[in-house]
Nanobody
C-alpha cells in the first residue's frame, strides 16, 4: 500500500498563486508516476498534471498548461504542484494520485492510490 498526504490549498484571488504538496509513504518503490487530478462540484474528476517518478516526464491538461508546474523530490517522496495565474475555473478539490505505470499518466484509472483531496478556491 501507498499512503498519500496532501498539503496546501485554500483560498486565493484570481491571478494569484498557490502550491500543493503530496508526500508518499509506504511501498513507494512501486510508484512509477504521480499525478494531480481535480474535481469541481457537479463535474467528473479530471486530469491536471502528472509526472513519471524516475524519468521526470511531465504532462499537463491544456487548461493548465503554462500556468501549472508539477515537480517531484525523489529523496522526500513528494510531488508538488505550483499553480500560477489562477482562475475561478480552477476552483475544485485537488487530489494527488500514485500509480505503478508510466503509461497513460493522464488517465485517472491508471492510478491505484489517492489522497484525501484538498480544496482550492479561486475568487474573482
Amino acid at each position: 500500500q501507498v499512503q498519500l498526504a496532501e498539503s496546501g490549498g485554500g483560498a486565493v484571488q484570481a491571478g494569484g498563486s498557490m502550491s500543493l504538496s503530496c508526500a508518499a509513504s509506504g511501498r513507494t518503490f512501486s510508484v512509477a508516476a504521480m499525478g494531480w487530478f481535480r474535481q469541481a462540484p457537479g463535474k467528473e474528476r479530471e486530469f491536471a498534471a502528472a509526472i513519471t517518478w524516475s524519468g521526470g516526464r511531465s504532462a499537463y491538461a491544456d487548461s493548465v498548461k503554462g500556468r501549472f508546474t508539477i515537480s517531484r523530490d525523489l529523496a522526500k517522496n513528494t510531488v508538488y504542484l505550483q499553480m500560477n495565474s489562477l482562475k475561478p475555473e480552477d476552483t475544485a478539490v485537488y487530489y494527488c494520485a500514485a500509480g505503478d505505470t508510466v503509461w497513460e499518466i493522464r488517465n485517472r484509472f491508471r492510478y491505484e492510490y489517492w489522497g484525501q483531496g484538498t480544496q482550492v478556491t479561486v475568487s474573482s
